[in-house]
């Protein structure tokens, strides 16, 4: 029999941004329609209502410009990550087919480049979906957030040296757990260099567990949606792709982590970096759950991290993950205006889009999220407790005009009507207390049932035309989604609701739900993508996740129906990082134990981490298995083909507007 580890290859869910995916064909797929009489009709009114033709955005967006880049950053097999040229289509007045209101903010972040801050304090933005900040140390740079990707993060500090000195690193900030904060720190320095020069990682509490764990069990899925979110695979045009909200696009490079050497823990706690004082402040379970905030008093200069940005953000974002506590972060506004005021800072910056100067400025900013957090929860939380349903209080909440009208704070990455429902989903959950939502059918049953009470798909196509006709849009999507599910060979349905959900993104202020619409309908035209994840970009990542996340991912990942009455033990022996694990199937569960190997097991797996992480990602070769002395395997290798094949290998490419 063969080595068995020449077989033994899983899928891991991926580490991603909140999600992230390397999915699908290339961008530039198009084929979008043109704007409807409704859509311009609404698009005008929004123009209308709002002040946008207030440069004071744009003044702050342009403040401090030194340079900008121009070409390309490539990945190790010449796959462009970044074009810097791609999104110079957005300029000018809003066209039909984009929410002016976006727009506007597209072209905001549009403003990419090497920018002065104050002095000692620098941004490179448009190099990522996020910015790299560089304080300006004694002896060299601070680094602020390294970005998603290496590829990236090493572009953003040539460019910066190249204009501002070939200073080296003196120390690194994480502001949090997200992966577009600190994927790309091996384009910034080394684990070696870090050693060697004794460079600080800074890092909020509880930032390896989560950054490493963050979408490890149900990654596969959300990286799927967020390709919805991100627009990744959509053309970068005024019927694509113009934004994210927090930035342009994302780099889908390579992706690493540092652990930190020195964590903060407290409320107010400082610590001075290369001869610049910063104040620290922890502020887990908002925005991220581990995230931190500071302010540079020497420099009267305040840091918000991503609790703040210039948009709306996720209490769940539409991509999926845990649902994010609105209270908590108005809460920690109010603490920021506090120590805004304390520190007598001039400027805020942030790790997405652009900063503010000028403390009533500032103080207003904040503020205004203070207030769009906590009018959001409690005005739900009233509308909870007066018997509405989630659907129902979404269509009825609005911001009051006072918070309507600032900018900073409209919905352009997240979206006021999902973030009623995350605060619905955090205190009561997704069930809405209607029985007839306990145990309904799935999807395509109740399709089919509803297209045989309408009289067949073209009867609903036709009234769906109808529909799309009077500009009712939301309607039209209901009745072709039935459609297209119980009736998934009618064309005529896809091709409609393509081309409703581009009217629905056409009009959306939030970046997010246009590029979910605009996908979707990308999708009902040329179907679900056809590669998955690119797992070998999170190896240097994956390296540093503890075994037993794996193994937690692994367990949910056991086919259970195919495991029913199989009784099945595997030692685990990680060779050189002296780890041994018990695995046991029983009741069609998998579980697993740290401790001694079982005399009575079925097989015993011994391999490096390395190895096993490749199997874990399966990018495991050849070469790792079957060619490696470093795998060896002890009992039954059919046992032990036996339970591998249990484990399901989820390709990340199912269908979402389609069955």
Known sequence: ?????????????????????????????????????????????????????????????????????????????????????????????????????????????????????????????????????????????????TLTA????????????????????????????????????????????????????????????EATSENVMVGTAMGRRSSYQFGKDLERSAKGLVDTGLGKNVAYGCFGILPPNQLITQDRQELTLDGVRFVFHNVPGAEAPAELSFHLPDLKAYGGAENLAQTMHNLLPVRGAKVRDALRWSKYMQQALEQVEASAAEVYFGQHNWPIWGRERITDFITKHRDVYKYTHDQTVRLINAGRTPREIADELKLPPSLQSHFGARGYYGDLRHNVKAVYQHYLGAYDGNPANLNPLPPQESAKRYLALIGGADKAVAAAQEAFDKGEFRWAAELLNQ????????????????????????????????NSYLTAAMELRRGAPDKGVNRASFIEMLAQTPTERFLEAMAAGLNGPKAEGINLTINLVLSDSKENYVLWIENAVLHHKRGEPAAQANATLTLTKPIFIKMMAGTAGVKDTLLSDDLKTAGSKIDLLRFFSLIDKAPGTFAIVTR
Not at 18 to 44: E, F, H, I, M, R
Not at 486 to 508: D, F, I, M, N, V
Request: charged share 20%; hydrophobic share 45%; with cysteine.
């Open 1 to 145: 029999m063969h080595h068995p580890g020449a077989r033994l290859r899983l899928t891991l869910p991926s580490l991603l941004l909140c999600g992230l995916v390397a999915c699908g064909k290339t961008p530039g797929v198009g084929g979008g329609g043109d704007a409807a009489p409704s859509t311009l009709a609404a698009n005008a009114q929004m123009a209308k209502d709002l002040p946008l033709a207030d440069q004071q955005d744009f003044e702050d967006a342009r403040r401090g410009f030194i340079a900008r880049p121009g070409g390309q950053v490539l990945g190790p097999d010449g796959a462009v990550l970044i074009d810097f040229d791609a999104f110079k289509f957005i300029d000018g007045k809003a066209p039909d087919t984009v929410n002016p209101s976006l727009w506007r903010h597209a072209v905001l972040n549009a403003q990419i480049g090497l920018f002065k801050v104050v002095d000692g304090i620098y941004q490179l933005r448009g190099f990522d979906i996020g910015n790299m900040t560089l304080i300006e140390g004694k002896t060299g740079w601070i680094v602020v957030d």
């Open 150 to 209: 290496r590829e990236s993060a090493a572009a953003a500090l040539a460019f910066a040296r190249q204009h501002l000195g070939n200073k080296p690193v003196s120390a690194i900030v994480f502001t949090h757990s997200h992966i577009d904060h600190f994927g790309g720190v091996l384009g910034v320095a080394t684990a070696e260099e870090v050693a060697a020069r004794k460079i600080p990682v800074v890092a909020p509490a509880g930032f390896m567990e």
């Open 483 to 514: 459609a297209v599910f119980g009736a998934p060979e009618h064309q005529g349905a896809k091709e409609l609701l393509a081309r409703t959900y581009e009217q629905l993104g056409y009009q959306s202020e939030a970046s997010t739900w246009r």
